[in-house]
Each structure stands twice: as structure tokens, then as C-alpha cells.
């Protein structure tokens, strides 16, 4: 590894003296092809320094449970003050990309997501790390990320002034009925049981309710002081996949000695490289459905993630092996929540619309330099626009390398006795939920959530559903109360829920999903009662 490392490294100094010539030409340069001409600024002394910066922070941040990407960059942005605006955005642009990578770490190893963007990376990359694997687990989630997150910012380079438009094309409705479409995904996610799986799902849709309505300002379900600004989604996802793992770990005791700790496997990068190339499916469909996902404004890489999985698995020939460790569901996982991250920032940069969270703390890192994104931002300002979205592309190439260089050793912590690891994650989980908000409300609520889920597991509930569910209620019932009130001023309800190529594909496209799972669990219970018969 030592070797690639240098050998990358005397690449980079070739290339820098050639990319200082050409940026000295940059005056004659138009259209997309002038970000060549912006490459010579990532590598001065400076600013390169703040992307190996961004970066290793990045991954450490992102390995954090509790520290979602968006909390990473919001915390890197009082550093950015005294630096230029290039320079800070390089800074928060190779933390966020690198944070989004960085949760495949704890999501692995932990079964903790570092981020919402990993709740899918979970599904069947701890199972890989509870055989050993997590060395190979680490490097196919850093690999995918690295693919797909080069694919996402190319898009940004190439195709930003048209998934503009197609952006803004996307209104209450649509967004109404993609929140609809993730929930048609509940039922086959990560459950033995579509009747389950739709059962947490439901779950998550009621504990989304709670707290105060933004929209009508009605109170709902604050049967505790806690509960009264609703249920923090990263102290829920801490406590929902946490605090079983904890529980389970105590009962357990401490009857794993030294002798029974598990044997890490090594894992060359070679071979992952060649395992990657032959789930050339996975990496496809990962990478377009985060492109896709990312660039619609508000959706997140959450979404993207766990509705890559389930494409994954409904496309594979060998989707009874996804949750049990099978490496393609977590290429898809990892691919698209790094693809989501370039598309996520053209409304910001051409509309100036914050796609995510994140995007709108990036948005601040713009104005605080009296930088105004928009259409004539690369006309104004090329020289931070390029430099910025050529730093993202040159950070996933850093990311993977420094992620591929520590896989070997952070999947030693499967060595750790459970004991010791039960407290550590403890102490994890109780940091990262009090640090969102520095409340003990949301470490309440991440205990309460993890004991309940704890019970459910017993009976065959996952966790997946449950989050993804939390996740989407928001986003369906902000956008069909708006979509409502846009309808019943204009054409009525169903006009505008119902007509529209957007809409009706949509629609189509949900009810495909629906039959589809449906299918897909009657002929498992075939393919079982033969295997029974035969027996």
C-alpha cells in the first residue's frame, strides 16, 4: 500500500508543473471544458494542504457516530473566516465528501451508521464484518464511494446547466410521490416478512409525527418534555442500531476470551479491485440512482442509499444472499450515497437552492465571502467555482486511498472483546446524541427507541424499515399539505396529484414496486414450501 501511495504521490507532482502552465491560459478557455484550466490551483501548497486536511478530518468526523455530514461542515466553518473563498470551500467540500465515506466505518465494523447516507451500508456490511471479513467489507465501500462519487461530480462538471432545469421541474407533488415510492421500498428491506418490514415502516411513518407540525403548528404526541421538538433523526439512529447491538453485547458477558476473538481476514486491494469490476451491476445501479436522487432538492442520501439497495437486490440473481453479507448490496449502498453528492450541488450553484442540509451550510461558506451563487457564478467567480468542484473530484481520489491505506487496521476492532466494546459503544452513542443538539432530551430519546427496538429484533423487526420510514414522513406530509394547498387554489386535488408525465410516471413506477415486492415474497414462500416438500 506504502508503494501506491508514493507512486501516486509522484504523480501528483507531475502533474502540477503541467497544470500550472495550463492554468496560466485559463483566460481563453469556455464552457465546461474550462474547469481543465482550474486544475493548476488545487495543487498549490495551500490549497492542497486543506484537501488532505478536509479529507483525513473528514473520514475521522465521518466515522463518528453522531456526526453527520452536514454537523462536520457546520463545524469546519468558523476555520474558513481567514481563508480565502477557494480556499474554504475546499476545506468543506473535501469534508463532506469524505464524511459521507467516512460512516461506512462505524456502519460496519459498529452496525452504528456514521450518517443517515450509511443506514444501508449496515444491512450487509456488518454481517461481512461479523465473519471476518471487515477488511474487505471496508475496501469495497471505499472503492464504490470513490466510482461513484467520481461519476457525481462529472455530472456537476458536465451536465450542470440541464440538471438545472430538470431540478426545478420537480414540485410538491413529485416530491410527494418519491417519499411514496421509498415507502413502497419498506416492505422488502432488510425483513424476512414483507408484512413486517411494512409494519416498521409504519412505525416510523407515527414516530415522524411527532412534536409540532411546521406547517398547521398543532402539537402531536408530546407526552414528555423530550418529545417537544420531535425525535432528532441522528439520536434515533444512534439508539435504533446502537443500543440492541449494546444490550445484546452485555448479555453476553464477558464468555468471549482471547481465544474466541474473531480472526480478521487480510484482504489485498487487488482483490477488491477485481471483486468490484465483477459487480459491475451493483456499481451501476448504485451510482445512476444516487445521480438521480441527489440532484433532487431535499431528498438526501439516505434515500438514495437504501433505494440503490433495494434495486440491487430486486435486479440480482442472488437476492436471497442480501443481508447476510452479501458484498453487493453494500457496493450499491456505498456508491450511491457518494454519487448523490455532486448532482446534490447544482441547484445550489446555478439556483441558488441548497439540494441538502449540507448544500445550505455551503451555501453559508459562499455568502460569508460575499460570494452569490447563480447562473453568472461561473462567469463572476470561475476561478472559486472550478477550483471547488475540481478539489471534489481530486478528494475522492485522496478519500479512497486514505480510506483503502486504514481498512487493514480499523477492522481490528472486531478483536475487541464484547465487553470492552459494549462500553465503547455506549459511550459513542450517548456522545453522539447529546452532541447534536447538546440536549439530554435526545439521549432519552435514543435510549427509549434503542430499548424498544431491541424487543422488536426479538420478534423480527429490523431497524431499516423503521428509520427509513422516519425519514420519509416528513418529506410526504410537508409536501402533500403544500401540494394540497397549491391545488385547492388552482385545478383541485387530483388535477394536480394525478396529472403530469412527472406525476403519472411516478405513480407508475410506485405501483410497479408495490406488485413487484408482492411477487417477489409469494415466490420465495413457493421456492421454500418445494424445498420443504423435498426434505
Not at 421541474?169 to 410527494?176: D, E, K, V, Y
Not at 452569490?372 to 461561473?378: A, H, S, V
Request: hydrophobic share 50%; charged share 10%; glycine share 12%.
Amino acid at each position: 500500500m506504502r508503494g501506491v501511495f508514493q507512486r501516486f504521490m509522484k504523480t501528483f507532482a507531475k502533474l502540477f508543473s503541467l497544470l500550472t502552465v495550463l492554468s496560466q491560459e485559463r483566460a481563453s478557455a469556455g464552457g465546461a471544458v474550462e474547469f481543465i484550466f482550474y486544475f493548476g490551483d488545487v495543487f498549490t501548497p495551500v490549497n492542497f494542504g486543506l484537501l488532505l486536511l478536509g479529507t483525513i478530518g473528514g473520514l475521522i468526523l465521518g466515522a463518528t457516530p453522531g456526526l453527520s455530514p452536514t454537523m462536520a461542515v457546520a463545524l469546519l466553518i468558523p476555520f474558513t473566516f481567514q481563508l480565502e473563498a477557494a480556499q474554504g470551500l475546499i476545506l468543506l467540500g473535501a469534508a463532506y465528501t469524505s464524511t459521507v465515506a467516512g460512516g461506512a466505518v462505524s456502519a460496519i465494523l459498529l452496525k452504528i451508521p456514521g450518517a443517515p447516507a450509511n443506514i444501508a451500508t449496515t444491512l450487509d456490511g456488518h454481517a461481512m464484518a461479523q465473519k471476518g471479513e471487515g477488511a474487505r467489507a471496508l475496501q469495497l465501500s471505499f472503492l464504490a464511494s470513490a466510482v461513484g462519487g467520481i461519476f457525481g461530480v462529472l455530472l456537476l462538471i458536465f451536465l450542470t446547466p440541464v440538471l438545472a432545469r430538470w431540478a426545478l421541474a420537480f414540485g410538491p407533488s413529485h416530491l410527494f410521490w418519491l417519499a411514496i415510492l421509498g415507502v413502497t421500498v419498506i416492505g422488502s428491506l432488510d425483513s424476512r416478512s414483507v408484512v413486517k418490514g411494512l409494519l416498521s415502516g409504519c412505525i416510523g411513518l407515527w414516530l415522524a409525527t411527532i412534536g409540532f407540525d411546521d406547517i398547521m403548528g398543532a402539537q402531536r404526541f408530546i407526552f414528555h418534555p423530550s418529545l417537544g421538538g420531535g425525535i432528532n433523526i441522528i439520536a434515533a439512529l444512534i439508539g435504533l442500531f446502537a443500543i440492541p447491538q449494546v444490550i445484546t453485547m452485555f448479555a453476553r458477558g464477558r464468555r468471549q476470551d482471547g481465544a474466541e476473538v474473531m480472526r480478521v481476514q487480510k484482504h489485498p486491494i487487488g482483490a477488491a479491485v477485481s471483486e468490484l469490476l465483477r459487480n459491475r451491476r451493483a456499481v451501476g445501479i448504485g451510482t445512476m440512482t444516487g445521480s438521480v436522487i441527489g440532484l433532487i432538492p431535499g431528498v438526501g442520501g439516505q434515500i438514495a442509499g437504501l433505494v440503490a439497495y433495494d434495486q440491487s437486490r430486486k435486479f440480482s440473481p442472488d437476492r436471497e444472499k442480501f443481508g447476510s453479507g452479501h458484498p453487493e448490496g453494500l457496493i450499491a449502498a456505498e456508491s450511491a450515497n457518494n454519487a448523490m453528492v455532486g448532482p446534490s450541488l447544482v441547484p445550489l450553484l446555478t439556483l441558488s437552492i441548497p439540494g441538502s442540509p449540507t448544500a445550505a451550510v455551503l451555501l453559508g461558506g459562499l455568502l460569508i465571502h460575499g460570494i452569490f451563487p447563480g447562473t453568472d457564478l461561473f462567469d463572476n467567480h470561475p476561478d472559486v467555482a472550478w477550483t471547488f468542484i475540481n478539489s471534489m473530484l481530486i478528494g475522492q481520489v485522496l478519500m479512497c486511498i486514505f480510506g483503502l491505506y486504514v481498512a487493514g487496521l480499523a477492522a481490528r476492532v472486531a478483536q475487541v472483546p464484547q465487553s470492552v466494546m459494549a462500553a465503547v459503544v455506549l459511550g459513542l452513542a450517548v456522545f453522539g446524541s447529546y452532541s447534536v443538539q447538546s440536549s439530554m432530551g435526545d439521549v432519552y430519546v435514543m435510549a427509549g427507541l434503542g430499548v424498544m427496538m431491541y424487543f422488536l429484533e426479538r420478534f423480527g423487526f429490523s431497524a431499516a424499515p423503521l428509520v427509513l420510514g422516519l425519514i420519509l414522513g416528513p418529506i410526504a406530509e410537508a409536501n402533500f399539505i403544500q401540494g394540497s394547498m397549491i391545488a385547492n387554489a388552482t385545478d383541485g386535488v387530483m388535477p394536480y396529484f394525478f396529472g403530469g408525465s412527472l406525476n403519472i410516471f411516478l405513480i407508475a413506477v410506485v405501483i410497479a414496486s408495490v406488485f413487484y415486492s408482492a411477487w417477489m415474497e409469494l415466490r420465495s414462500r413457493r421456492y421454500t414450501s418445494k424445498e420443504e416438500i423435498m426434505a
